[in-house]
């Protein structure tokens, strides 16, 4: 690092989830290997979507939820880099701040969970599956559309508690956050991306600083994943052009090809009941951050073009 000291202390703000909690020792190893010396600590938080358990997500005000109380600290100086996860961080960040570190993804597919059923293929008519993701709902009910789909709030642990006690016949989580709390054996399948397609930069986790304090984010260099990096932003260009939010059936996820150079992203609009969808598909050259904002304002340019606003204005929201 040019010129800089590296840094004596650092508060890392997390939510008090058991996977906020993980992601945040995570990134607190990450960057001990990296300065040593550093006295790193976690000012874990409560925020109003951690409180608020009673009400589906779109209904209680989407993203920005999980995200004001650690703000909150990073203003007032009793934090220094906020840890998310980036799913979770709304397209547009508030004055005042920014997303300074993308690191590398966790696999970002939709996990298929049961103690009955292998796949949702398998399941019988009128089998209960709960997600309270309206992304994961109208997919599921385009496919199968005998299925009854039922909201599903609160942490892992909670999700996974109805599972077990037979609330649920099966549910639909992210793989990531059930590999980072060893909870992978509950993985009954990964669902093919063509089958759910993923949320824009699920699996991704983000670090939030202020936007003017420029020393924490060449602190922050070395956790950068590029690849990651061109992927999501390619897919939040997306869910940005949209004016995407939790209160809307969205999916964008970018592969790279084999080569590495070539990114394919792929992104829907859906009515919740699955019946009417509008998709894209384009893959591009993409090594400059430029060149990922370009392909995802491309695929937004062609959902629109083939009437995603009139979609998601049908959608009443
Ligand atoms: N919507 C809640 C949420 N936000 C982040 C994750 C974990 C996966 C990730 O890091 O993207 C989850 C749980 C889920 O979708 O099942």
Known sequence: MNNILPPERLVIASRESRLAMWQAKHIQKLLQDIYPKCEISILGM??????????????????????????????????????????????????????????????PRDAFISNRYASLKDMPEGAIVGTSSLRREAQIRRKYPHLKIVPLRGNLDTRLGKLDNGEFDAMILACAGLIRLNLESRIRERIDPVDSLPAASQGALGIEILASNQTMDAYLAPLKDLLT???????????????GSCEIPIAAYAKWGDDGVKLDLKALVASIDGQEIVESSQTMSVATMEAAIQLGDQVADDLINKGAMELIAALGK
């Open 46 to 107: 409560t925020t109003r979507g951690d409180q608020i358990l009673d009400k589906s997500l779109s209904k209680i005000g989407g993203k920005g939820l999980f995200i004001k109380e650690l703000e909150a600290a990073l203003l007032d100086g009793r934090a220094d880099l906020a840890i998310h996860s980036l799913k979770d961080v709304p397209m547009e960040m508030p004055e005042g701040f920014a997303l300074s570190t993308i690191l590398e993804r966790e696999d």
């Open 229 to 243: 990096t061109l992927q999501v932003s390619a897919e939040r260009q997306v869910s940005r052009r949209l004016g």
